[in-house]
C-alpha cells in the first residue's frame, strides 16, 4: 500500500503535537489509560480472533492466550507505571552539608516512538504489543508502522486504541497508525522514512536481523541520532551436558523437539541449536530426536515472504560443506507449511563456517557433535549475542563445566537452566534482549514492565517552584510513588 | 606518542580476562575496591596538584577543589553500588499463579569500557575520574586513554588505581593506562583504534562534539556496534524573564558574568547564551553586562589547542553578519590567555544563521535581544540539545511564560529556576546530559552515581540452582541489598 510523504508528515506532526500534552500527564493517568486500553482490547470479540487467524494461519486457541497476554501486558505495565517505577524519582533536598542545591529528577517520555508492528506476534508484539504499551506508559506518543502480513488484525487494534484515546478526549496523535508500505513517488520504505523523521525520537522493533540493522544504521545517520530498541532474534543454543544426558537423553529430545517445532517454529526464542559433547547418552539423545521429529506435522507459516525464507535459508544452511541432514518430519509439506529438519555437523564445522550460525526463522535446528569439553567452550566463547541459552544440566554439569557456564553468560540476556525458551514470562524479572545481534542494545529488555526504560530520559529541576513542579517531584508525594530523596527509598512527603 | 598496535591489542585482551574475573564479584566487593581508591587519591600529596597545575594552568585552590570531588564522587558511586541500586535485582519466584518459572534477573558489567580523559577536568573527567569509577563501579574493566594535555597528571592517577590493583591482588587488565595518541605504522588515533576494537564493549567520553561523534560513528560502524557516552557540552541557554529583570537586572547581569568566565570559561555548563525580549529592564541587564566584563582579567587556558580553537571560534562567530561585538574584557590577552567577550545578535538573526548555535569553549557569550516573547519561543523551539537551560524568572515570569518553559523541557538534561549551570553537583538528582548533541545518549548521566548505568546490562536466571547463582539474587540476601521479590521492594531473604 502506497502513502503520501504528506500525510505521514501529518501524522509526526501529529504526534509531536501530542506528546506536548503528554508531558502534563501523570503517572496515574497514563497508567489508568492503559488499563482502559486492556479493557478495550480484552472486549473485542470473535472479529479480532478470526482476522488474525485469517490472516497469519496462527490456531486460534493460539492467538485467544495471545491475547489474553497482550491485555496482561498492558495492565502489567500500567501497574509498574503508576509504581513510578519508571519515572524514578530521584530528590535530593538542599538542607544537606553537601548538596547546596535543590535538585529534583524524574524521566518523561523521549518523544514520539516509531513501532514496527513483528509478524509473529500479531498481537502481543504487534499494534497493540508490548512496544506501544511501553511507549505510552512512558509518556510517549505511538505511530505504528502496521505489519503488511495482518493489516487487518492491526486495523482492528488500531481502532480499539484509538476509541480510547477519543474516549478520553486526548489529542489523537497520542496513537496513529501507518498502515502505507511505501511512500508515494520516491518509493521509500514508509517505516524507513519515519525512522529517518525529525519529529521521530526512538523505535521499536522486533523481526529479523537485516530489518533492524538497517533502521540502526538509519537513525545512526541522521543529523540527531536517535536510540532504536531492535529485537532481531538469535538461534537460542542449548548446551547438553552429560549428567543431565544421562538421566533423560529421552525426554530432553522430546522437549527439544516440542520447544523448536511450537509455532511452526516462528518464536525469536526457537532453540535452532544444540551442542553436546559426543558419548552414548548424546548418541541415544540425538536418535531420539531423529525418531522424535519424524512425528511432527507440518504447520503452515505465517505467510507466503516467511515460508520462502524459511525454504531458502534452510537450503542454503542444508547445502553447507560437512553439514549433513540428521533427522526430519515424515509428512512433505504442502502449500506454505514448514517441515521440521534438525541438520546435524561437527564443533569443528560449525566453529569454521560462519553461516552455520545464522537463524533459520522456523523448525529448523541444527544439532552439534563436539569431540571434547573444550570444543563446547570453544563454541561458546565464538557464539554472537543471544536471546537465550539454556543448559540442559545437573548441578553437578554445571561445577563440571565452569568455562562453558562462565562464557554463556556474556552471550545471552536470559540463561536457563533446563527447561526451553519458548514462552517469555511477562514479569519483571524477564530479559528480552542480549547482546547484539540479538539486539540492539543489550541494556534494555522488550518484555516486561521494564520495556518501558527504553523510552524515557531523566530531567533534573534545580531549585524549582513546588507549583512547576511535576506532580511526581512535589514535596506533597500525592501520587504516593516510591522515591529516592536524600538517597532513601521512601513513599513519604517532604516537609 | 606512538604506541604499538600489539601493545594495545594487549591491553585489550588482559582488559577482557580481567572481565572474567570481575564478574565473579559481589557489589560489596567493588564498592571496598573504590573505597581504597578513593583513598589512594585522598593521599596523593603536592606532586599531583602541581603536575596538573602545571599541565592544565589551573589554579591550585581550584585543582584541591578537583581532587576532593574526584575522591568524593568514587565514594558516593561506591555507597551506591552496595546499595545494589545498579545489579537491580528482581525476582520472580514461581510460587504465584501467573509465573510458571522461577525467573532473577540483575544487571552486570557490560564488558571493557573505553574511557576516554578530559582536558578540563584532569581530576574529576579524566583517568581516574567519573566514567572510571561508574565503570568499575558496574564490574567492567576500564582501558583510559590518556588526555594528552596532562600526562604527568594521567600517570600518577593510574598509578594510584594501579597500586589498588595490586595491592588487592586483582587482575592487572581491571585498569589499564594508555597513554599513546597515535598506533604505530598506522597513524590511526589510539582512541579511534581502540573504539572499533572488538574487546571494546563501550565507551565514556567528554570532550567536542567533533570528538564524540566520531566515536559514536566509528562504533555504529563496528561489526557488533558498542554503545558510546559522549558528552559532547553545549551553549547551556539562560532565558532572562521581565519580572526577575526588573528585581535585578544588575545582579543577574553579575551572575552571568561570573558563571560565563569561571575558570577561562572551560566549562561544559558554561552559559554561553543568553536571551530576553527587549524592554529598559533588558537594557540595564545589558548595560551591566557591558560594564562588569570589562573588569574581568584574562586567564590562561588549558592549553595551547584549546586557546586556537577559542580565538578561531570566537573570531568565526564574532564575523558573522549582524552580529557585534557588546562587550569585552578590557585587559588584552598574552600568550594563551582568553579575553572575555559577548556578542550581540538579534532573535531574527539567531534563528537564521545556525552558526550563531555552535559553542566557543571559552568566556565567550552570545547575547540575544527578542522583539516579543514570540520570537523567545522560536528560538527556544529551534535550539539543539542542552546540558542545561536556565530561566532567571519569577513564579509570575513562568505562569506567564508557560510555553517557552513547555519547550525548554525537550531542549535539555538539567532546568535551573534562576541560579547559573556551572556547578555540577555529584547527587542522585543529579542529570548531565542531554538531548543530541548535549550527548549521544540522553538517556543516561555522566554525573552522580546514576553514571553507572551507562555500562550494565541485565541477565535473567530461568530455574537457576542457588548455588550457581549471583549473591544478588540468592535466597539469602547476604548482602542486604533492596531486591524487587515479587513486584515488592524489599531487603528480605526469601523463605
Sequence with gaps: MIQPQSELDAYAALAAGAFRFFKTTTVKERAAFMHAVADQIEALGPELLD????????PLPRLTGEKTRTVGQWRAYADAVA?????E?????ANKEKTKNDIRKYSIGLGPVLVFGAANFPFAFSTAGGDTASAIGAGCPVLVKA?????????????????VVEAWGWPPGVFSHIAGDEVAGTGERTGAYLTAHPQVKAVGFTGSYQGGKALLDIAARREEPIPVFAE????????VFPQALEQGAETLAKAYIASL??????????????????????????????????DVLPSAMLNEHIYTNFERNKALLSAQPEVNIWAEADTPAAGSQARARIMETSAVNFLANPVLSE???????ILIEAASVDEVAAVAAQLKGQLTITLAATEADMDAHKTVVDRVKDKAGRLLFNGMPTGVEVVYAMQHGGPFPASTDARFTSVGPDAV???????????????????ELKNVNALQILRTVNGRLTAEDIS
Design 359 to 365: 537463524e533459520v526463522f522456523g523448525p529448523f535446528g
Design 261 to 294: 517445532t511450537l509455532g511452526a517454529g516462528q518464536f525469536c526464542t526457537n532453540p535452532g541449536m544444540v551442542i553436546g559433547v559426543k558419548s552414548t547418552a548424546f548418541d541415544r539423545f540425538k536418535q531420539a530426536l531423529r525418531a522424535g521429529i519424524r
Design 83 to 87: 509504581k513510578g517505577l519508571y519515572v
Design 51 to 58: 482476522a488474525a487467524h485469517r490472516e497469519t494461519a496462527l
Design 453 to 471: 526504560k527504553r523510552f524515557v530520559r531523566p530531567v533534573a529541576f534545580q531549585n524549582w517552584p513546588q507549583t512547576h513542579l511535576p506532580e
Design 147 to 163: 505489519h503488511p502480513g495482518h493489516p487487518e488484525t492491526s486495523r482492528i487494534m488500531a481502532a480499539a486504541i484509538t476509541a
Design 89 to 93: 524519582a530521584r530528590i535530593d533536598t
Design 232 to 239: 532481531m532474534g538469535s538461534i537460542n543454543p542449548v548446551f
